[in-house]
């Protein structure tokens, strides 16, 4: 929803009554943006161990994009805050405090610059989507294949049970009773 101006308060920032955004706006979506990519760099990095099955560094790497995500989070937190600051110091009413709603406050520059950071952000975000995905599909197709070969090894919990003769059997240890359907 788009930013509106109370009109019995005075016009701040620029000769167009439109307003001139602080450099601290800018400074954390630059900041967010690097924690954006960290955690693309971190997904690729996943996708490498789980791979090679580093265990270790697997580990290592969930707890780095831990941080990187409690890093956003506070940005965007940081960036909310100000942004709400700003719309009530200069008498706007606004339901979100968005880099669109900035935009539509904002002198052109500033809201052209806002432009070109939501379209790098959301690029980001698109691209961490998709490797996040792709990851999850790995190890969902990775814990497949384990529950295939145990399956092999062990009789199913709830699947019948049949003896080489083919008769229906209860779940033992014995060695005569096959997992499978026949």
Request: one cysteine or more.
């Amino acid at each position: 929803m788009a930013p509106k101006r109370d009109d019995r308060l005075p016009e701040h920032g620029s000769q167009s009554g439109k307003l001139l955004l602080p450099k601290g706006i800018f400074e954390l979506l630059e900041k967010e943006a690097g924690f954006y990519q960290e955690l693309l760099r971190l997904l690729d990095k996943e996708h490498e161990c789980l791979h090679s099955l580093s265990i270790e560094d697997l580990c290592a790497i969930s707890k780095a994009k831990e941080t990187e995500i409690l890093k956003i989070k506070v940005v965007e937190e940081n960036l909310k805050d100000i942004t709400a600051g700003l719309f009530k110091n200069h008498g706007y009413v606004v339901e979100d405090t968005t880099i669109t709603a900035l935009m539509e406050v904002a002198d052109k520059k500033q809201a052209g610059i806002l432009k070109n950071y939501l379209a790098i952000l959301t690029a980001l975000k698109e691209d961490i989507r998709e490797r996040n995905g792709n990851n999850k599909r790995f190890i969902e197709e990775t814990l497949e294949v384990i529950e295939d070969s145990l399956s092999i090894l062990m009789p199913p919990r709830s699947a019948p049970f049949y003896t080489p003769q083919g008769k229906n059997a209860r779940c033992s240890c014995n060695a005569n009773v096959l997992s499978r359907e026949v």
